[in-house]
């Protein structure tokens, strides 16, 4: 079986986009669109800006969507989703390729989230690291452990497990990894603190825009990053996605909960490659490609 993944932020670098662009009529017009609905031209910055002005989370998000769903709507005839997952950002992604969401209500709701996470970021200083070569109970055990706010956020890959929470709560669990034994512990540059407790004022702003749109039945079941399960029901899927911001990427069960509901092959939709790296640190017997 066919499962489809989409990257969330990250995953951008200058050019993103660009070939599409030139080379379909249709993504054309869609990025077109999609610079009419965000108010002014991302393509500009996607294309040849600069990474300064690409990574800003107001940008970022949006553009590694616009690119998702024009790489989907290119493929065409042979866009043939079984089932379908997305990492954060990515999940927006997946319902619009999958027909959940329309492009125009996917794409305001990414701008909502983005612009609601940025505020968040800048009400308190907080952070996220990277922590490598520890079990992930082990990883929950020390957050536990840290009186500052920090817990898992994102379980990448087996292995790989990100943290988020306040700067002070990063930095002492880091500390406290390493003694763990983890081969490394390494505070990343974002702007804050994603998929923590940190982030209930944009989950508060985004269930309301979320509860303003009209979602439908995917076409094929999608798997959540809040339960790692997969769901067809609008309301439920509804849910999920406000329920994320606060919550981890559960992307490891993810990956295995897809490989025993039948996915063989899985095809990133999105700029990058990341995710076709974490599926085979997670599960070596898959096939990975990319549109």
């Known amino acids: 079986m066919k499962a489809y993944i989409f990257p969330g932020q990250g995953a951008q670098f200058i050019g993103m986009g660009k070939a599409l662009y030139e080379s379909s009529a249709p993504a054309k017009a869609l990025f077109e669109q999609g610079n009419e609905i965000i108010g002014f031209r991302i393509t500009d910055i996607m294309f040849s800006g600069t990474e300064e002005a690409l990574k800003q989370t107001n940008v970022t998000q949006p553009a590694i969507f616009l690119h998702s769903v024009a790489l989907a709507q290119a493929a065409g005839d042979s866009f043939t989703p ?36 940025q505020k968040a970021c800048d009400l308190q200083p907080s ?30 890959c087996p292995g790989q497990l990100v943290i988020s929470g306040t700067v ?46 009209p979602f439908a039945e995917p076409v094929c079941p999608v798997f959540q990053n809040i339960t790692a399960t997969a769901s067809q029901d ?8 406000v329920a994320q911001l606060t919550g981890p990427v559960r992307w490891t069960q993810t990956i295995l909960n897809m490989i025993g509901a039948g996915a063989e092959t899985f095809i990133e ?20 490609s990319a549109i």
């Not at 997952?85 to 996917?106: C, K, W």
């Not at 996220?128 to 452990?145: H, N, R, T």
């Not at 700029?271 to 990975?288: A, C, E, F, M, Y």
């Open 82 to 117: 079984q089932m379908a997952a997305g990492h954060s950002l990515g999940e927006f992604s997946a319902l619009v390729a999958t027909g959940s969401l329309s492009f125009e209500d996917g794409l305001k709701l990414v701008v909502a989230r983005a612009n609601a996470m």
């Open 127 to 156: 952070s996220m690291a990277a922590v490598l070569g520890l079990e992930d109970a082990i990883v929950e055990k020390v957050c536990a452990s840290v009186s500052e706010i920090v817990v898992p956020a994102n379980y990448n």
């Open 168 to 213: 002070k709560g990063v930095e002492e669990a880091c500390r406290k990894l390493t003694e763990a034994g983890a081969r490394r512990a390494l505070v990343l540059n974002v702007g804050g603190a994603f998929h923590s407790p940190l982030m209930e004022p944009a989950r508060e702003e985004l269930e309301k825009a979320i509860e303003a749109t």
């Open 269 to 288: 939709t999105g700029p990058g490659n990341v995710l076709q790296g974490l599926v085979r640190k997670t599960d070596r017997s898959v096939t990975t």
């Open 234 to 241: 609008p309301d439920e899927i509804k849910r999920n996605l």
